[in-house]
């Protein structure tokens, strides 16, 4: 029992892939508040002009563009997973950089689509709070509130790394055969990513639903469950 409590050699290098790839999206992947805002005026005809007015639109709207927008992610990572499948275990580091930055940009349209922007400074911790708690990870209050701002985020991606490092090395074990993995990874990929999405999908409906309580918003509008697109930019 001792000896699987501790981590094989390729559960460390995918802890530690999967660390330097959320790191990196983190810095270079972001998806443009003000584009996305456009894009859903204009594709979903939301009547809004700003996040804040996310709080006015019902939940059952923002429920089917959560989904939508989870399921076009999805099927990107699995095309994505599919391609790179074909190289077996040569290729699953650089798999998991894209994918980090398609689990990052979806977790960024999902907060946004909830009403919160990640501007500031806490508004970015708040970002990463709901990643961990995608991850499966419980952090609590005590976490961030101990620890200076900047320590924040890498703290997290390091207990998200631990979390999900383990996981990802036995599910991914069956790229070890070229050709053969490329289905194995395309389904590997679209299922984490959703996993990922309908977690991250709850925890920013639970506050925008204590949000919407706390009489913070101006009234509900009210709109029916569109007919979607998916968006995937």
Known sequence: MAQNSKPG???????????KSLGR???????????????????????????EDMFLIEPEVL????????????KMAALEGAGFGLGGLLTIFPDMGVLSAITV??????SLLYGFEYATEDETVEL????????????????????????????????IAVKVGAEVAEKWSGRLIPILSA???????YYFVRSWGRRAQKHFAERHRAVREQGLSRGPILLPPPR??????
């Open 63 to 74: 429920l089917s563009l959560a989904e939508r927008t989870i399921r076009a992610s999805a």
């Open 105 to 110: 940009r979806l977790l960024q349209k999902l």
């Open 25 to 51: 999206a983190y810095h270079q992947v972001r998806v443009d508040p003000q584009k996305y805002l456009q894009h859903l005026r204009r594709a979903h005809k939301l009547p809004i002009r700003e996040w």
């Open 228 to 233: 979607l697109p998916s968006y995937s930019k």
């Open 9 to 19: 050699w390729s559960s460390k290098l995918v802890r530690s892939s999967i660390r």
């Open 183 to 189: 289905g194995a990874g395309g389904t590997l990929n």
């Open 128 to 159: 990463w709070i709901a990643a961990a708690s995608a991850a499966g990870l419980d952090l609590g209050r005590e976490f961030v509130e101990k620890r200076a701002i900047e320590q924040v985020i890498p703290r997290i991606m390091d207990r």
